[in-house]
């Protein structure tokens, strides 16, 4: 389900289409209605491998096996089970290679969106004992676990917010809701295709080995809005195809690059995550009303970096972030001017980024030292242009950081109007953003980091 | 910022905008539009492709018509990338083994599967068709045709592709997701835009330096290519799909009755580890051996002559090309001779 591949479109539109005409054919049963998203989502899921559609129809079950339970006590056998094929493809490598010292799985593929559906249908499962809620129908249910949009990246939405959401499904296409749905689709597209997919292709233009530290900024700096233009991007798309059906997803991002501290950072930041994060792990152990709530938070942002990815280089990540959040929790009475404290986040986000995009953790570690090593700076004309493969790649960059200087003005633009990513919505700009996706994005193929997660 | 009333006009104009969106099929009918107009400029005004493709289809033309002169007798094709296309002359292959000869070479950018699969696509039963692939692009499988070789294929229709080796597989990706890979991209663009500021050729290569035999020139007045340090061979054919891929290729050579060899292009590389990469090259090509017969030379794919090369380690001047098919020829006569 790969929102950049024609082949996904196509598919899409093929399989509503028919979907449709069965609908219509049958004289538009109310069944239908609903049944129909869940055939569609699927068949688009089936599209990946039909390895995936069984994983999720595992999770899926189980969730439905934990929502049926009349005891509470018995999650305690359900969870587990839901999370049984999340630990087995995703951190079953990781931990044999901790205890045994040798990774034994490392053909084994990470099945699309498993950690998305996984916590979506854990938290669907404890809130209904948490908040007493009743038990969903099968079909309800199902169209939660599997509405198509978000199914392989997100967000991850709470029962209280897709759930009634889903019970009024139509499988039609109104024409209001698709003209509020297209906007956040071309922006997303163009987030991805044009600055995301560059980043990616200027990041492969530099030089393999760095010698400069310039270029290790450089290096960390890409990848920053590589990553953030990438999963924004997804999760706009999925935002758009959502509302073209009538379904609010969660907005996932809410221009966390302007965020003044990185308490703000991570309530802007893959919003949907960071509040599962909260809910289902910080409070439960005590959140910020115990003694030791720094080390609640340092356990939170640990767990967060696992979830991110099986590797040291994820956890020191996540601790990483756990510490900046901890300090700035305790240091919050200090106000810097806005200025000061806005390019400190970002120094400080764009650091923790070298650790999440090296796999190796020790390759992190002597970037970092490199950074705080003067001698290894090189500020001449040459040395400057000598990180770069050639004339050609200064030229991309230049175009590129342009670009995203004039996107980020645009985030900052909305967001002091009262409305977020709402200068993109603008009609002009959009037939902009289109002509950027047609001419400005890379041909090679593509694909979204965080289906990987 | 809003005090200026330039600026704030600008600010309500953008406001007005976001009120109003678009009805659905204009925002559908600008993307179809963008994307017309994103493909024409990559398949008409993308030099590089433009460029490929002239020589590629003057390259099957001649292909084409050499088969009619010389009827059933056996032919020569060399394919690989722009080592080929400038290094390879066909005559002295001629010259030297007494068979038709023709350079059917493109650019490394293509793709090995694009390439072979033009090399393979005009031969027939007891043809010889040498590969003269560039080590690096074997390193790693292609998922999908490279841009350059899908502009070059869907500017002029089905070239070589889809009838040699690789057959029908570049036409695997469906059509859509192919034409919407003509994006140009911004790399293409602001280097195009840089060009035409500073006035100087859109691309380096000019079709008035393809020669009747088959091989490109170029007038440079340029230094040398740089001489390369040592290159590791380690890893090399060791993708599982290169692997299948170069299987394939054997399989087909001897369905179709063909004689397919791999043969190193020249390269210049620094005086002092010359003979390291000699021995490099002598065991990768042991490893190539067991999918492909090598024609093998003395200079097992490394020089230290970088007056021998034009604008890349690579691109051989003319009297060192024809030097260097020679030396090609007369190992592909002495194996023809030997016999399997």
Request: glycine residues 10%; charged residues 20%.
């Amino acid at each position: 389900m790969n929102f950049v591949s024609m082949t996904f479109w196509l598919a899409l539109v093929g399989g509503f289409a028919v979907l449709s005409s069965i609908r219509i054919l049958l004289g538009k049963p109310a069944w239908f209605e609903r049944t129909g998203f869940i055939v569609l989502s699927l068949f688009l899921l089936g599209m990946e491998s039909i390895e995936t559609v069984f994983i999720f129809s595992w999770v899926v079950g189980m969730g439905y096996v934990g929502l049926s339970c009349r005891r509470k006590a018995l999650l305690g056998i359900v969870i587990p089970l839901i999370l049984a094929p999340l630990g087995y493809y995703k951190y079953s490598g990781f931990f044999t290679e901790v205890f045994c010292g040798e990774r034994p799985m490392a053909h084994v593929l990470i099945p699309m969106g498993i950690s998305f559906y996984t916590f979506q249908v854990i938290s669907c499962v404890i809130d209904r004992f948490r908040e007493e809620e009743s038990r969903p129908s099968l079909v309800d249910y199902l169209n939660f676990a599997s509405f198509f949009p978000q199914i392989v990246a997100g967000p991850i939405e709470r029962r209280s917010d897709l759930l009634p959401q889903v019970k009024s499904l139509k499988f039609v296409l109104r024409r209001e809701a698709l003209e509020e749905g297209l906007p956040w689709i071309v922006l997303g597209l163009f987030l991805k295709l044009a600055l995301a997919e560059n980043f990616a292709l200027l990041d492969r233009e530099l030089r393999p080995v760095a010698v400069n530290a310039v270029q290790v900024w450089l290096e960390a700096g890409f990848f920053a809005f590589r990553i953030y233009f990438d999963f924004a991007g997804y999760s706009f798309i999925a935002l758009g195809l959502a509302r073209c059906f009538g379904i609010r997803l969660t907005l996932n991002f809410e221009s966390p690059y302007l965020a003044r501290n990185l308490q703000d950072f991570w309530r802007q930041w893959h919003v949907t995550l960071s509040r599962w994060f909260r809910d289902y792990v910080y409070f439960p152990l005590g959140g910020s009303q115990v003694k030791f709530w720094a080390i609640n938070l340092i356990v939170v942002f640990l767990v967060s970096g696992l979830w991110h990815g099986a590797g040291w280089n994820f956890l020191i990540w996540g601790g990483l972030h756990g510490v900046g959040v901890w300090a700035c929790m305790m240091t919050g009475k200090h106000r810097l001017p806005s200025f000061v404290s806005w390019g400190t986040t970002m120094l400080f986000v764009t650091l923790a980024w070298i650790f999440f995009m090296e796999n190796d953790w020790k390759v992190a570690w002597e970037k970092v030292q490199m950074l705080a090593s003067p001698a290894k700076y090189q500020l001449s004309l040459g040395a400057l242009l000598g990180i770069f493969e050639g004339p050609k790649t200064v030229i991309l960059a230049l175009m590129i950081l342009a670009l995203t200087g004039g996107v980020m003005i645009g985030e900052w633009y909305s967001k002091r109007s009262g409305e977020l990513y709402g200068l993109f919505q603008n009609r002009w700009l959009q037939l902009a953003l289109i002509a950027g996706v047609f001419f400005l994005a890379p041909a090679s193929e593509s694909r979204f980091i965080y289906f990987n997660f | 910022m809003a005090t200026f009333p330039a600026v704030k006009k600008v600010m309500s104009a953008i406001d007005e905008g976001r009120c109003r969106r678009w009805p659905w099929f204009v925002t559908a009918g600008g993307a179809l539009l963008m994307w017309i107009l994103a493909s024409l400029v990559s398949l008409k005004w993308d030099p590089e492709a433009g460029f490929w493709r002239e020589v590629i289809e003057r390259r099957i033309a001649g292909a084409e018509g050499l088969r009619e002169r010389v009827g059933d007798q056996r032919m020569i094709f060399v394919g690989g990338g722009s080592s080929c296309s400038f290094s390879i002359h066909a005559d002295v292959l001629t010259e030297e083994t007494g068979l038709p000869a023709v350079n059917l070479g493109g650019s490394a950018g293509m793709g090995y599967r694009y390439l072979i699969d033009l090399a393979t696509s005009r031969a027939r039963k007891g043809d010889i068709v040498i590969l003269h692939l560039e080590p690096e692009i074997l390193w790693a499988a292609e998922n999908s045709l490279p841009p350059l070789a899908m502009k070059v294929d869907l500017s002029r229709g089905l070239t070589g592709a889809g009838r040699g080796a690789f057959g029908g597989e570049f036409y695997k990706r469906p059509v859509l997701d192919r034409l919407a890979a003509l994006r140009p991209g911004a790399k293409f663009l602001g280097t195009l835009a840089a060009k035409v500021v500073r006035g100087g050729p859109l691309y380096r290569y000019r079709l008035e330096d393809l020669q009747e035999n088959g091989v490109l020139g170029m007038v440079t007045t340029e230094a040398n290519a740089d001489r390369e340090g040592f290159q590791s061979m380690k890893g090399w054919l060791e993708d599982e799909k290169v692997k299948e891929d170069l299987e394939r290729v054997a399989e087909f050579g001897q369905k179709q009755g063909l004689k397919i060899y791999y043969t190193l292009p020249w390269e210049v590389f620094r005086p002092e580890i010359l003979e390291a990469q000699r021995l490099e090259h002598f065991k990768a090509l042991e490893v190539m051996a067991a999918f492909l017969p090598i024609i093998k030379d003395v200079a097992m794919g490394a020089t230290a002559k970088n007056e021998w090369f034009l604008d890349t380690g690579y691109h051989m001047r003319r009297e060192p090309g024809r030097a260097r098919t020679r030396v090609l020829g007369q190992a592909l006569k002495q194996m023809l001779e030997e016999g399997p």
